[in-house]
C-alpha cells in the first residue's frame, strides 16, 4: 500500500485567499495525495479571554488574543468552495479540519467531504467526535498529547457512532461507547474507516519527545491502520515513520518560513515538501515484500563476487583432495566452497593447473 502523503496547509494561508491557491499548487508540485486546509468559525471555537499557546506567542507575540489571532486566519465558506473546485482540477484531494459543529457540516454537507481529520486537540470532545463518526465519513485520528486510555476511550465514541450512526434509539453513554467499541461490528467499523495518527503536539516538536514507537504501540493494541502526523524540523521524522510502516504521513508546509504567522516556522518550505515526498515514495521501494532472495539486479554479480574450488598447486588426475592442494578464490563458476569439506580425500578426475577452477 503507498503511503498517503498530506501537505498540511492549515493555517499557513494568513487568510489569504490568494495564499490558499499558491498552497494548493506547491503541494502539487512536491507530489503529495492531498492538501488539507483548518476549518473553523473563530467564536465557536475560542473563548474572547483565550490566551496564545506559548509557540504562538512566540511567533507572534502576545498583543492579541487566541480569538483575535483566529479571526485573522479564517477562511471564508466561499474560498472553500473555490479551492475544492481548484483542487479536483489539478488532481489532488481537499482535505479540511472541522474544529466546531458548524464547520464540520460544512464540510460535510455542503463540500461532500467524504474523508474528515479530528485533530488532537479534539480527542476528548466526545461531542464532537461522535458527530464525526456518525456522518459515517473515513476518519484520520490525531493523537496529540493522549494517552493509550484516552484513545481508547474516544475509539468507543467512534465506535458507537459509526455502529448507531444517526439513529436516536440508543443514548450516547459510556456504557453504550463501550458496548459498541466491543462489539464484532464495532471492531470491523473501526478497522475499515479509522487511520490513527501518532503526534507529538509541540511546534516544533523536540527529537526526544517524538517517540515514533508509540505508533506501532497503537496498532499493535488497536489493530488498526496508524501513520505519523509530525510537527519536527526537517525530513528525519516523517521519512523514519514511513520506514516503520506508516500509511499516511501529515506534515505542515508554507510558502516562507518567515512570513507571519503561528505555524510557518515548524513548517517545511515547498522545495523540502518535494524532497519529502520523494524519499518517501524511495522509502516504499527499498522496503520491498519481505521475501529473502536474490533480486533481479544482483543475479549478475554472483559469480563474480563469489568464489569457487580452485586449485592451489597442479593436480594430476587420481590425486587425492586435499586442504593443502585445494584453495579458494573468485570467480565463483566452479564447485561452491560449502562442498570443500565433501572433496576431501575424493580422487580427481581430471587434471588441474595451479589457480584451475574445480569442476567436476
Known sequence: ???????????????????????????????????????????????RRASKARYQEEAMGTTETQL????????????????????????????????DFDSLDFLVNRLGLQTLKIPSGEITNGPLVLAHARTGSDLIVSTGMATLGEVEEILGVI??????????????????????????????????????????????????????????????????????????KGLTVPIAAAALGAILIEKHFTLDK????????ASLDPDELKAMVIAIRTVEQVMGDGLKGPKPSELGNRSVVRKSLVAANNINEDDLFSEENLSIKR????????????????????????????DE
Open 1 to 47: 500500500m503507498s503511503v498517503f502523503i498530506i501537505a498540511e496547509a492549515g493555517v499557513n494561508h494568513n487568510g489569504n485567499r490568494d495564499l490558499a491557491f499558491k498552497l494548493v499548487d506547491k503541494a502539487v508540485d512536491a507530489g503529495a495525495d492531498a492538501v488539507k486546509f483548518q476549518t473553523f468559525k473563530p467564536e465557536n471555537l475560542v473563548t
Open 331 to 358: 570467480p565463483g563458476t566452479g564447485r561452491s566452497p560449502m562442498e570443500f569439506w565433501s572433496f576431501i580425500g575424493k580422487k580427481s578426475h581430471k587434471k588441474y593447473s595451479s589457480d584451475e577452477v574445480i
Open 68 to 99: 483575535d489571532m483566529l479571526k485573522r486566519l479564517e477562511l471564508s465558506y466561499d474560498t472553500h468552495h473555490e479551492l475544492i473546485i481548484y483542487c479536483k482540477e489539478k488532481g489532488i484531494e481537499f482535505l479540511s479540519t472541522a474544529f
Open 258 to 265: 518567515e512570513l507571519s504567522g503561528p505555524d510557518h516556522k
Open 159 to 232: 465506535a458507537f457512532g459509526l455502529v448507531q450512526g444517526n439513529s436516536s434509539t440508543v443514548q450516547p453513554s459510556h456504557s453504550a461507547f463501550q458496548q459498541a467499541y466491543l462489539s464484532v461490528q464495532g471492531q470491523q467499523l473501526l478497522r475499515d474507516k479509522v487511520t490513527l495518527l501518532h503526534c507529538t503536539t509541540e511546534y516544533p516538536a523536540p527529537p526526544e519527545d517524538i517517540n515514533l514507537n508509540a505508533m506501532l504501540t497503537m496498532g499493535n493494541a488497536f489493530g488498526l491502520k496508524t501513520g505519523y502526523s509530525d510537527h519536527s
